[in-house]
Each structure stands twice: as C-alpha cells, then as structure tokens.
C-alpha cells in the first residue's frame, strides 16, 4: 500500500483588509479545501437524502462530516474496518473530518455518565452500555479513517455556572493531552495520514475562552476548533467570544467552528477569521420545508407556494434547484414524499456552497465586508 508522506497543510492565501476573512487552502491525503468552507453532515455514513454524485457534481462539497458515535454503533468497527474505512465504505474519495462522539454521547442526557475516565453512556439504539475515554475514541477515528478527526471534550450546557466551566474545560484540556498521547503513539490504519484537532470550550467565560484558547494553541496542531458554542446563547456572546479566541487561535492555522449555523452565523463568522463551518440545519430543515435560497428563507409548505410554478432559486443554478417548481416540491412536501427530501436537502446543501464560495471570491476580490452586509440583510429575509 502506498504509504502517504504528506499531512494536513493549510496555506494563508489573503486576509480581508477590513474584517478578519481569510482564504486559504487545506490540503489533506484526500484532496485540497479551498475555505471559508461548508462541511455537509454525514451521521450515519451518509449526507441525508443525497446521493455521492450528486454531492461532488451538484452541492460542489469539498469535505464532509462522519459522526463517531453513530458510527461507532452503525455499522461497528468490525465492518468499517473490512471495508478498508469510511471513504471506501461509502464511496465518498474527498476529505472526511469526524467529531469523537462527546458531544453526540452528552445530548442523551439521561443515559450518560460523565467521570474523569470518560463518558459512561446506553446506546440509543438498543440501550447497549459502552464507555468512551479519549484513548478510545482516538483508536475509533484511527478504524473510521477520517483525514481530521476531533479531540474528545466535554461541551458544557448553556447556561452553566462558572465553576461548573471552569471544571468542565479544566478536564477537556486533561482529556486533550490524553488525545494528543494516543494519537501520536498510534498510526494511520490505511496507508495515509490523519490530524487531529484540539477544540476550545470555557462557556461565555472570558477569562475561560482565553485561558483555553491559548492552551489549545500551545498545542500547535495542525488546526483548531471553537467548540461550546451555539448551544443557546445569544448570538452576539457567540460573535464577542469568536473574535477574541481568534485574537489567539494562531492565523496559519485554520480555524474551525462547531456546530454554526444560519447563513448569518456563517458569514459574521468569517467575518472574524473562521474557515470552517458544518451544521445539520441546511438538511434537517430541508426535511421539514425550510429552503435557504439567494432571494430569502422560504418555509416551502405556506400556501402562497401553492401555485408558484417558478424554479425554486434560479439564480442558484444547479438541477434541483433550476428544474423544479416551488408549487412542485410544496406538494411533495406536503405528501412527505421522499423525494421531498432529495430534492430540498441538495437545494439547501448547494446554496451554503455557494454562499461561502461567495464569500471566498469577495476575499480575493477584496471587497468581502461590503458583499457581506448587504448578503446577511438578502439571505435572512423572509419570503
Ligand atoms: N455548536 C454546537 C456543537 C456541535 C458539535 C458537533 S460538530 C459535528 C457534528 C457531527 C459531525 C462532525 C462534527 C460539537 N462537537 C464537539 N466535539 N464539541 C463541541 O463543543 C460541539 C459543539
């Protein structure tokens, strides 16, 4: 097998004159990611509704997300292990960055134990009991065979008392250091190489975000991410804790935020020197008839939509997007078919491409605070 010598380099093509943007480019075993980039989510192995061809030929994704506790559980190690990973196991050939599991496992809320060691949890699916540590979800991302994986952390509830903050992002820093010990003890399972990305919490605390931050950077991996956030806090506490993380988090590095989010969230985001982005919004509101489109939010199951015959976002372009009618896929909606899904999950997924494909031009064109502006008041209005 051919043993791959290169690792995750990222390459500051320009900084915005007015705002923090940057572009840049990432370059992974699996192939380069231009950023500001959007991750589509893959839980269990696939983006939701969406078929491979059509990621790379119609959504244009550059990279997209697995989910270690999902897949830890569905279809097991065993098999993702015999199929040679996740790439060959479903046929995705770009990047692939996975999330340990902790914050998937801390969402079931009362079927998880949190101690020292690590996460004590029941398996949603059959109510199984499994332990996470960061030793062992560090082998679990080694099997899945992501080209980024996550450190294993705790993301602290919104609200949560500031002693409770501090002690939750005392031990993610203790279970980071594990992480680090283990990743760098072990290899690659198939022949090329993976990264791993330590990830800043300390709630709304400044003093926290700072303290983590700048431990975080110590660590001098090849990227960072800001996790702990969008969990219900004002929006503005989220922008106000991104800037000054990022006055910290190293600029040639790229810099990943977890979770985020609206249009708007994306692009005030960038805004403050953030590169990568994932959500599940654009798909799971798309199964529910939320469309993002260049014109506006539209919620696709009103009835003005009844006899709208016009492509859902022309100006998008793409097929899904340009072939069928408002009034087409309202009525597909409304009788839940799952060509509903399909058609809804690739229009949004297409659109948060080409926003921060957007957003990547203006960069380079060096006019981004401008086009922002006036895209954040056009994407968030409501049709
Ligand atoms: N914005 C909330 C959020 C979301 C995710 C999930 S991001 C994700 C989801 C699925 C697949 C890949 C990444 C997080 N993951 C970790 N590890 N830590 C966080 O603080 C955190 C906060």
New binding site residues.
């Given amino acids: 097998m051919k043993m791959e010598i290169c690792c995750m380099k990222y390459e500051l093509q320009k900084t915005d004159s007015q705002t923090k943007a940057r572009a840049g480019k990432i370059t992974t075993d699996h192939g380069e990611i231009l950023t500001p980039i959007f ?1 589509p ?3 269990a192995a696939t983006v939701k509704a969406v078929h491979q061809r059509e990621l790379v030929d119609e959504i244009k994704a550059q990279i997209i ?3 270690t506790y999902h897949l830890y559980l569905r279809p097991g190690l065993d098999i993702l292990e015999r199929a040679g990973g996740l790439h060959k196991f479903n046929g995705w050939s770009g990047p692939i ?8 496992v801390f969402s079931l809320k009362d079927i998880r134990k949190i101690s020292e060691e690590g996460v004590k949890f029941q398996s949603h699916i059959d109510g199984s009991r499994h332990l996470f540590t960061p030793e062992s979800v560090m082998d679990i991302q080694r099997v899945i065979g992501a080209d980024i994986i ?6 602290a509830p919104y609200p949560c008392d500031y002693n409770y903050a501090k002690k939750s992002m005392e031990m993610t820093h203790r279970w980071l250091k594990r992480c680090i010990d283990r990743f760098d003890s072990t290899e690659g399972k198939y022949g090329y190489s993976q990264t791993l990305f330590p ?1 800043v ?1 300390g709630s709304v605390y400044k003093d926290l975000r700072i303290q983590s931050a700048e431990f975080i950077a110590e660590q001098n991996r090849e990227g960072n ?1 800001i ?5 219900g806090e004002p929006a503005e506490k989220m922008y106000e804790t991104i800037d000054y993380v990022n006055d910290i988090l190293p600029k040639e590095k790229p810099r990943y ?5 609206t249009p708007e969230n994306i692009l005030e985001g960038i805004a403050l020197g953030i590169d990568m982005f ?3 919004m654009p798909t799971r509101n798309a199964r529910n008839g939320m469309l993002f489109t260049t014109q506006g939010i539209i919620n696709i199951k009103n009835e003005k939509w009844k006899d709208d015959f016009s492509p859902i976002d022309e100006a998008l372009g793409g097929y899904a997007s340009t072939f069928y009618s408002k009034a087409y896929l309202r009525h597909l909606v409304k009788c839940d078919e799952i060509l509903a899904a399909q058609i809804a999950s690739i229009h949004n997924l297409t659109f948060y491409l080409w926003l921060v494909g957007k957003a990547r031009e203006h960069i380079l064109a060096g006019d981004f605070a401008t086009w922002k502006n006036a895209m954040v008041k056009q994407t968030m209005y409501r049709l």
């Avoid at 960055?97 to 998937?104: A, C, F, K, M, V």
């Avoid at 996790?227 to 969990?231: D, E, F, Q, R, T």
């Avoid at 935020?257 to 989010?261: D, E, I, N, Y």
């Fill in positions: 991750m989510v893959g839980t997300l697995g989910n960055l996975t999330d340990s599991g902790g914050y998937q996550m450190a294993f952390d705790e993301c990830i919490q991410a996790g702990g956030l969008a969990v935020l977890m979770g985020v989010g994932d959500c599940v």
